[in-house]
């Protein structure tokens, strides 16, 4: 018998260091499989993959760094919005600046944090739902620009948009 | 002959020699090194295999939910669904208001925000609340727990609320029952169902998301059995007692259910789980809450359904028109399964037999098993959780509600979320196959002053107001007859309808829709349908809808614009009934009896106050339909913080 645990455990050493290692290609390969379920599959891919620990990580890891990822873009999308309505003199377009800063309070302050903890803590819905509403954010925003001349922030508030809507997507594969 | 002579000693494995002794199963130096060497080769050659293989992960990555966002390449920014209900394309999902409308997004302001929350419908003061927890009946009073978040209007932080009722309509909040302050509920303290112990006391199992994140159950129960208020409760020093089996992941082991008394004198209660896609529920038993054994199996599962929340399993007899205690079963008594589905935010049910022998469900009809059948409600409604009330013997059913609306507007009006009016639940009796659902009777403890409408005409393709006063806080019950002769003589056709593809109430057939505009404007400019819609086969036969129509309810593009509803069974001999209760942004609706239920939330700009006004209304193009109603206006029920109590962190 002991001779029998003996080498089950040098077979144990053994199949582990030859295990499937973690590889570039077998990690990057789970962020194309991921992102494929996406609807922007390119935008995905290099938000990921931007996050140096994206290749090491799991759906839940690649759902939190997608969710981190709107935080970013929005919190500094707020930024530009804030210094823009400083700058403005036009009434109109400094109310459609206000309304979008409600909007993109919303994502930062409500959407993003509860779909971290979604995530974290097992009940990815709440997760999904935040996302989902973070997407709806920027488009109530887009919405307000409609009968502006211009929408300054219009290439900021689409990928805001969009990278809600890869995250949510990443983050119901958890459902 | 036998030839005893081998290479390798056999051993015995009949059980026939237990005290051979072990040097007699020692194998050869030599075939032990085969054996490691072989087993070296065959690790290598798993290792190469495996390398690249990129799919270990196909638990996860399998994108079996109903909700789909992997809509058509957007041109410009797309709209992304809140809900979408299973089966309906993403087009008719969208949150904001249709191609051609002003799609501005709708700046809401305090009066209409205000004028949202409910009147007699139960609601913590501010902040976000979600699943109903652990209600009972103890000591006179009504209790009930509730998933909340007492920093912000969103998911969040989740501990759980308490309040008590006399009757289940008028509730005093009480402080928080439990909140996150131990490793094992570190990260929430989730859903969880009480059982009510012969001698009378109280046990409270419930889900708490641990340190890690990992799922497990917990024991908690009243610190003090003599306080009929159960303000202050105590959690087992050893917990956790449930973690999550081997081959179940730590996210997927949550919602204990009520315990029920098994014939061998043993305590079982299920909870919901998934492996893959397939729902499953498991069965523990237990004889002090403390120690369980998991049965072998499962009670039940179903392929493609997903994680399993909130699982329900209850007794509801065949004969009697009360509830039943949970542990009941004989020959006159049909059990249900009820899942709340992760994957598509619905609840649904299962009529079957439950055996005791080895725990197993059976539905009656498996194309409708859970999952995929029946619904409890086919509008806004989850995590719905029933209790047996001693007090009146009777089932009672809890649902919550959740907002149609956007999250900014939540946090700006600063809560979200409402439960549904308690309902009693039985077996319908005349069909078999489906739960009746009803308004508990106190809630006819609010009626105020009431109208009737007698036998009114509504010919086809007409409107006809309803003067009630004020139309936002309103019990309404009313009986519809269909002129018969159109009935009979309406062409039938081949094609299928269904409420939420069916362009609302403003398409017309021949026999229907009709019903009542709910929480409208007087120029109809914001109106809630809440109708029948009656269509004939080629074969002659009748089928039966009930829907709710949101898509005009609001001028504001930023709130939930499907058209809810389901076939509703109606019998021969049977009028159409309706029983509605609008509650400001909430109306709950009842067809037949409560077999088909329907419940929404609206949120209009324009018909609110004094504006929102009551029609009934007939856009069939053949048929003229008889109304009958009685409505109530409905007093509030004043919920608010019990008096005099310390320390209410609401």
């Known amino acids: ?175 | 002959m036998v030839d005893t002579v081998s290479f390798l000693p056999v051993s015995n494995f009949d059980g026939s020699n237990p005290s051979e002794p072990l040097q007699s199963r020692r194998i050869p130096m030599k075939v032990q090194l085969l054996i490691f060497f072989g087993l070296l080769a065959v690790g290598l050659f798993a290792a190469l295999l495996t390398s690249n293989n990129g799919s270990d992960f196909v638990t996860e990555s399998e994108h079996g939910s109903l909700v789909s966002l992997n809509t058509a390449k957007p041109e410009l920014l797309q709209p992304v669904s809140r809900g979408p209900a299973a089966g309906v394309s993403e087009k008719s999902n969208r949150l904001f208001a249709k191609d051609g409308e002003n799609m501005v997004a709708f700046p809401w302001n305090n009066s209409m925000l205000s004028w949202q929350r409910t009147a007699f419908h139960f609601q913590p003061e501010r902040n976000w609340m979600n699943d109903p927890n652990g209600p009972l009946f103890y000591k006179g009073w009504y209790h009930f727990f509730y998933q909340y978040n007492p920093h912000a209007a969103v998911w969040g932080d989740i501990v759980w609320g308490h309040a008590v009722s006399k009757d289940l309509i008028h509730w005093l909040h009480l402080p928080l029952a439990m909140v996150a302050d131990r490793t094992y509920d570190k990260n929430g303290v989730w859903t969880g169902s009480a059982t009510i112990l012969p001698d009378g006391k109280i046990v409270m199992l419930y889900t708490g998301s641990d340190a890690d994140a990992v799922q497990v159950q917990n024991l908690a129960y009243p610190t003090d059995h003599s306080d009929p208020l159960l303000i202050n409760w105590v959690k087992f020093s050893g917990n956790p007692v449930l973690v999550p089996p081997p081959g179940i992941l730590s996210k997927d082991f949550r919602d204990p259910t009520t315990a029920w008394w098994t014939s061998e004198g043993k305590w079982r209660l299920t909870i919901g789980s998934k492996i893959n896609k397939t729902g499953i529920a498991f069965v523990y038993e237990t004889k002090d809450f403390i120690t369980y054994e998991k049965l072998d199996g499962v009670l039940h599962a179903v392929d493609g359904t997903g994680m399993w929340e909130c699982v329900d399993f209850f007794p509801v007899s065949k004969t009697k028109e009360n509830g039943l205690d949970t542990s009941i079963n004989n020959p006159d008594v049909k059990h249900v399964l009820k899942v709340s589905l992760d994957d598509d935010k619905n609840d649904y049910y299962a009529i079957g037999t439950y055996h005791e022998k080895n725990a197993a469900f059976i539905p009656d009809d498996p194309e409708n098993d859970v999952g995929i059948g029946l619904r409890y409600d086919y509008g806004v409604y989850y995590a719905a959780k029933t209790f047996y009330d001693q007090n009146k013997n009777r089932r009672v059913l809890w649902g919550w509600i959740k907002e149609s609306d956007s999250e900014a507007a939540d946090v700006q009006k600063g809560w979200a979320s409402v439960q549904s009016i308690p309902r009693t639940i039985l077996l319908d009796q005349k069909t078999g196959t489906h739960l009746l659902q009803w308004p508990v009777e106190e809630i006819e403890s609010l009626r105020l002053n009431s109208y009737d409408f007698n036998q009114v005409t509504v010919q086809a393709g007409s409107v006809v107001p309803l003067d009630v006063g004020p139309a936002t806080q309103l019990d309404i019950i009313a009986e519809f007859k269909i002129d018969k002769e159109a009935l009979d003589k309406a062409t039938g056709s081949d094609l299928t309808f269904s409420c939420s593809s069916s362009g609302g109430a403003v398409k017309r057939g021949a026999l229907g829709p009709f019903g009542l505009l709910a929480l409208a404007e007087d120029s109809l400019s914001e109106q809630t349908p809440v109708y029948f819609y009656i269509a004939k086969g080629s074969d002659g036969n009748l089928k039966t809808f009930f829907c709710n129509d949101q898509t005009r309810s609001s001028e504001a593009s930023d709130v939930n614009k499907q058209i809810f509803g389901s076939v509703v069974p109606v019998l021969e001999g049977e009028n159409l009934s309706l029983r509605v209760l609008v509650d400001h942004s909430i109306i709950e609706s009842f067809a037949q009896g409560g077999r088909t239920v329907i419940t929404s939330r609206v949120y209009p700009t324009k018909a609110i106050y004094g504006a929102a006004k009551l029609f009934l209304f007939n856009n069939a193009t053949e048929a003229g339909v008889n109304a009958s109603l009685r409505i109530w206006q409905m007093s509030s029920a004043f919920i608010r913080p019990y008096p005099n109590i310390d320390n209410q962190p609401q």
């Open chain 1, 1 to 175: 018998m002991n001779k029998f645990i003996c080498f089950s455990l040098h077979y144990l050493i053994f199949s582990f260091t030859f295990s499937p290692v973690n590889s570039r290609e077998n990690r990057a390969s789970l962020i194309g499989t991921t992102c494929k379920t996406t609807p922007f599959y390119n935008l995905c891919v290099s938000a990921l993959q931007s996050d140096p620990h994206s290749s090491s990580t799991d759906i839940p890891g690649l759902a939190q760094i997608g969710a981190n990822k709107v935080k970013a873009k929005a919190t500094a999308t707020l930024k530009q919005i804030t210094n823009l309505l400083e700058q403005s003199k036009d009434q109109s377009l400094k109310k459609a600046l206000l309304d979008c800063v409600d909007y993109y309070d919303a994502i930062v302050e409500y959407d993003f944090p509860t779909a971290i903890d979604a995530v974290v803590k097992g009940d990815p819905k709440f997760g999904v739902q935040g996302l989902n509403d973070a997407a709806n954010e920027a488009l109530a925003c887009e919405r307000r620009f409609e009968k502006q001349p211009k929408f300054p922030i219009e290439g900021d508030n689409k990928v805001v948009h969009d990278l809600s809507a890869v995250a949510s997507s990443i983050v119901a594969l958890l459902l």
